[in-house]
C-alpha cells in the first residue's frame, strides 16, 4: 500500500522539509531523482555513513532513481560544516583515490545496476570565473552567516575564509545540475540542502524536498560515530571484528542501531522488541543485528563463522590460538594491574583502566581483578580480558 511505502520511507528520518511536498511526490508514481552527496575527505566508510546509505536503497527498491554524487571538486574546498577552524583541503591525489575506495564500497549497500555514480568537478570544471561570480550573486553573506558554525565563527572572531562560502554554494548548484526531486543528508548538513531548495527555484526548477537522517551514534552510545574517536565500525573490517564491536554495544543502542542500520521491516522490529519486553535475552536479538550487518558487508557464512567464534571466545571463554601477545616491561621486577592495561594499550587511560577493574570487566586468567593495585611479578604470563571484546596473553619482563 502506498501509506505503508510512505512511512517505511519516512521511518529513522530526522526531519521532512516539506513534508506535504515529500507525499505528494511519493503519490504521484513519478520516477524521483533521488541525490546524495559524499565528499571523499577520508578512505573508508563506516556504519555512520551508511544510514544515509540505507535510505537511498529503500528509495532505489521502490523504482527511483539514486545518484551517489562523489564532491570530488568540492572535496578539494573541505566541508566546513560544523568546524571551528578552516578545514585543510584535500589534495587532488587524495580525493582520487578517496573516491575509488567509495566507488568500491558504496555497493555493498546499493544496486550497482540501479545507481549513478556521479562527480561534481564534471560540471564544476566547467564553470569559469565569470560562471563562479554570478553563481555566488545568488545567495548574501547575511544569509550565510545565519549558519551556526558561521555565525560563531564570525562573533569570536575567528577567520573564514571566502571559498568556504563557496562550499554550501556549489552543493547547492550540483541539485541544480542533477534536478535533483530529493536530497538525502545528516542532520548536520540541513543549510547546505537548504540552499540547494534555493538554487533550484532561481535557476526555474520544482525545489528539492529536503530529508535529513540522525547523525549515529558511534560504540560509546554518546558521541556521533567517527574515526577520529575511536567509536566506528568500518564496512571493511574483518567478519569477527564487526561482529565483536557490534556485539559491545547497549542493549539500548542496540534498537538505534536497528532503526538506522537494519533492512529488516518496522513491524519485524516491533515484533523483536515485544519478545526482549518480554523477557528474551537482548543479547540473542544483538546476535541477529551483528549477523544481518556482517552478511551485508561479507557474506552470511562469514556472518555465522564470526558468530560462532564470537561465542567460542566470550560466551564459552575459549582462548583463540592466534590470541594477541604482548610483552610488558616491569618497574624493579613488579607492575600494578592498571600499569599492565595501560602498558600493553589494553585501555585508554589509567583512570579508564581504574574504572573498567571497578566495573568487573577485567580479568586475568579469567579471575575477575577487584583491586586495580594488585601487584604483578616479572616472569608472569597471563590471559588478560577486558571487557567484552580486548584479549590478550601479556608476557611480563
Known amino acids: 500500500m502506498l501509506s505503508e511505502q510512505i512511512s517505511e520511507l519516512r521511518r529513522g528520518v530526522a526531519e521532512v522539509l516539506i513534508d506535504r511536498e515529500f507525499t505528494q511526490l511519493i503519490e504521484s508514481g513519478k520516477r524521483l531523482t533521488i541525490k546524495a552527496g559524499f565528499d571523499p575527505t577520508a578512505p573508508d566508510l563506516h556504519l555512520g555513513h551508511t544510514v544515509i546509505l540505507n535510505k537511498m536503497r529503500q528509495f532505489q527498491e521502490r ?10 571538486f568540492t572535496g578539494l574546498i573541505g566541508d566546513p560544516t560544523g568546524r571551528s577552524v578552516t578545514r585543510p583541503p584535500l589534495s587532488e591525489a587524495q580525493v582520487k583515490e578517496n573516491s575509488q575506495t567509495y566507488c568500491d564500497q558504496v555497493f555493498k549497500i546499493l544496486d550497482p545496476q540501479r545507481t549513478r555514480i556521479e562527480f561534481n568537478s564534471t560540471w564544476m570544471n566547467k564553470l569559469n570565473a565569470a560562471d563562479l561570480v554570478r553563481l555566488a550573486g545568488k545567495y548574501t553573506v547575511a544569509r550565510m552567516l545565519e549558519r551556526e558554525d558561521f555565525r560563531v565563527r564570525h562573533e569570536t572572531g575567528r577567520p573564514i575564509a571566502i571559498h568556504e562560502f563557496l562550499y554550501p554554494l556549489i552543493q547547492g548548484y550540483d541539485s541544480v545540475e542533477l534536478n535533483a526531486d530529493i536530497e538525502l543528508g545528516g542532520t548536520d548538513q540541513k543549510f547546505n540542502l537548504l540552499i540547494g531548495r534555493h538554487l533550484q527555484e532561481v535557476y526555474g526548477q520544482r525545489p528539492q524536498v529536503v530529508v535529513t537522517m540522525p547523525l549515529l551514534e558511534g560504540l560509546d552510545g554518546v558521541q556521533k560515530m567517527s574515526k577520529s574517536l575511536n567509536n566506528y565500525i568500518g564496512v571493511s573490517e574483518s567478519p569477527g571484528s564487526m561482529f565483536g564491536k557490534l556485539m559491545s554495544i547497549s542493549d539500548t543502542l542496540m534498537w538505534r542501531y536497528f532503526e538506522l542500520l537494519s533492512f529488516r521491516n518496522q513491524h519485524e522490529i516491533e515484533k523483536l522488541t515485544n ?10 536479538i544483538k546476535y541477529k543485528l551483528a549477523r544481518e550487518l556482517v552478511a551485508r558487508f561479507h557474506d552470511s557464512q562469514a556472518a555465522v563463522q564470526a558468530q560462532t567464534e564470537f561465542i567460542a571466545r566470550f560466551t564459552n571463554r575459549e582462548v583463540p590460538a592466534d590470541i594477541t601477545e604482548i610483552s610488558v616491561k616491569s618497574d624493579a621486577g613488579k607492575i600494578d594491574a592498571v600499569q ?6 589494553l585501555v585508554e587511560s589509567t583512570s579508564a583502566a581504574h574504572r573498567l577493574v ?3 570487566a577485567v580479568r586475568f586468567d579469567d579471575v575477575r581483578v577487584d583491586n ?3 601487584s604483578l611479578q616479572a616472569g608472569t604470563s597471563l ?8 584479549l590478550a596473553r601479556i608476557r611480563i619482563s
Open 340 to 345: 599492565l592495561l595501560k602498558r600493553a594499550n
Open 63 to 72: 523504482g527511483h532513481s539514486v545518484v551517489f554524487l562523489i564532491g570530488d
Open 372 to 374: 586495580a593495585k594488585l
Open 275 to 284: 519478545e526482549v519486553t518480554n523477557g528474551r535475552n537482548p543479547r540473542d
Open 358 to 360: 571497578a566495573q568487573g
Open 383 to 390: 590471559i588478560v580480558r577486558v571487557g567484552k571484546r580486548r
